[in-house]
């Protein structure tokens, strides 16, 4: 690709000191060239978010709202030259890279929607308390590789609206679909409200740990999440960490096996199995144990793995070379362990190809069951006893999704109710919006993303608290 990125530091499209290779995770080979920042760059960069707060803070909310809307009106304008890069850097097949673009519109269309009103909290004798929700100043958003544009704008979003300035930093593997997007942003916004640094994993510590970073809005694995978190400690800063995730998926016995096998498929598989909150383990009754797990490899026989860019593609490459060995490692593990019944074998082949593969007949303390694989291989468990199942799906450090699945709505709601994770969703998988708040429990994150919920982490709640000047 012949086509030169650069980032955005203060309005302006910047080289890097050196750059790197973007690899296409369906070729393994480098398909463009990423400018790679250095610390003074990320220093210009926070320095320049910071000096386009005061006047970005004191636009009127309908001023910025309507800026916010131009970015995902040029997003939608450009969303098949996006879907095509993101493919490319990626690896999703093309119809889920568009269906993420037009998402990412979707999502910043929403958030130039909302509002925060001042919220009278008392008006009585003679007492006003109102509470205001100031900006915090500059946020600096850390993603990660496997939906690079969409976890974007659940930052971006939110943090524009309220009036914060920002650095981005996307996932190494793949930067250019946000480069992209600091190209459209350094035609829209004023100089330094959004500014986009590239680095190879080494300088994301300096961003969270800066002295002019007010809030980290992260999302990306347990591991680093717990870096970013203590690194935010020195400056006691305000972060929202979405991070890793381990769902369950509960079959009820009222259900028809067979066509719950194709959701919970459609639930594991998208995206090759690279969601936060894809399905990662399933639970299924004794009874229908043997359906269920025939129709899952019947799916995942007739998958089409193949690249992305190519018309008919179901099911992409893993995204990267770490991530394809992890889930090799985890898989070769679990064939020790369990029965492999579709899949089970790498492609021999240029690129991180790893078909659909279904796993049953392991205990739940197999790494694949414990683990979060993030790729494309599902183990499916038995039960017999809701209480046991229910038990074995809350064992876990992990807290983010999981699903439930049942003819009978009000035992299915009581089951998710006893799920403890951040969202349960009932008879359907990865119902994500931008006006419901997301976040995980224990282990999976800390505060939340989306809806007013999320909004509100990219403020300061400022209470005014006045009585009547007293004579004296
Ligand atoms: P990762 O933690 O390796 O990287 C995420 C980002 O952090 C990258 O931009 C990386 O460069 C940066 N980073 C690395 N070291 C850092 C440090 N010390 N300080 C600050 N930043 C640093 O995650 P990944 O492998 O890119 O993403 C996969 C993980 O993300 C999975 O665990 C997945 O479940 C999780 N995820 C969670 C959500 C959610 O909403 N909860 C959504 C998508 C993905």
């Not at 993420?100 to 001042?118: K, Q």
């Not at 870096?227 to 020195?234: P, T």
């Not at 009000?410 to 799920?419: C, G, H, L, N, Y």
Request: glycine share 8%.
């Amino acid at each position: 690709m012949d086509r030169q990125f650069r980032m955005l530091v203060g309005g302006e499209l910047v080289d890097g000191a050196s750059s790197f290779d973007v690899v296409n995770p369906a070729t393994g080979e480098a398909f463009a060239q990423c400018p790679k920042a250095d610390a003074a760059l990320i220093d210009r960069a926070v320095a320049a978010a910071k000096a386009a707060f005061p006047a970005w803070a004191a636009k009127t909310i309908e001023e910025r709202a309507a800026l916010i809307g131009q970015i995902s009106d040029a997003l939608e304008a450009r969303a098949g030259e996006f879907a095509s890069l993101l493919t490319s850097e990626q690896g999703k097949p093309l119809d889920q890279a568009m269906y993420e673009v037009m998402g990412s519109v979707f999502t910043l269309r929403a958030f130039a929607e909302m509002r925060i009103d001042p919220k009278t909290l008392r008006d009585a004798n003679g007492n006003t308390i109102t509470e205001h929700r100031t900006p915090l100043g500059v946020v600096a958003a850390i993603t990660p590789w496997n939906f690079p544009i969409i976890l974007v704008m659940n930052k971006m979003g939110p943090a524009l609206i309220t009036g914060n300035t920002m650095v981005i930093k996307p996932a190494p593997t793949t930067p250019l679909t946000t480069l992209l997007l600091g190209e459209i942003c350094a035609q829209i916004l004023p100089a330094g409200v959004v500014n986009v640094v590239c680095d190879q994993n080494d300088l994301g510590a300096l961003l969270t740990s800066h002295k002019d970073v007010a809030k980290v809005a992260f999302t990306g694995s347990t591991a680093t999440g717990k870096k970013v978190m203590a690194s935010a400690a020195e400056g006691v800063k305000r972060v929202t960490l979405e991070l890793g995730g381990n769902d369950a998926a509960i079959v009820l016995d009222d259900v028809d096996a067979r066509q719950v096998a194709r959701k919970v498929y459609g639930g594991a598989m998208a995206n090759a199995g690279q969601i936060c909150v894809a399905i990662k383990r399933a639970y299924v009754p004794a009874s229908m144990y043997e359906d269920f797990c025939d129709e899952l490899a019947t799916l995942a026989k007739a998958a089409v793995v193949d690249d992305g860019a190519k018309q008919g593609t179901t099911v992409g490459p893993i995204q990267n070379r770490m991530q394809f060995e992890k889930v090799k490692a985890l898989l070769e593990d679990a064939k020790a362990r369990g029965t492999v019944i579709a899949g089970g074998e790498a492609f021999d082949r240029p690129g991180y190809f790893m078909p659909p593969t279904i796993v049953r007949d392991l205990d739940d303390d197999a790494p694949l069951v414990r683990e979060e694989q993030f790729g494309p291989v599902l183990p499916v468990l038995k039960y017999t006893e809701i209480d046991d199942v229910i038990a074995r799906a809350n064992d876990s450090d992990m807290g983010l999704g999981g699903t439930v699945w049942g003819r009978d709505l009000d035992r299915a709601t009581a089951v998710a109710k006893r799920i403890d994770t951040g969202t349960v969703w009932v008879n359907q998988y990865l119902a994500i919006d931008a006006n419901i708040p997301f976040r995980g429990s224990k282990q999976s994150g800390l505060g939340g993303e989306l809806g007013e919920a999320g909004l509100h982490e990219y403020t300061q709640p400022h209470i005014i608290n006045a009585v009547a000047y007293e004579e004296a």
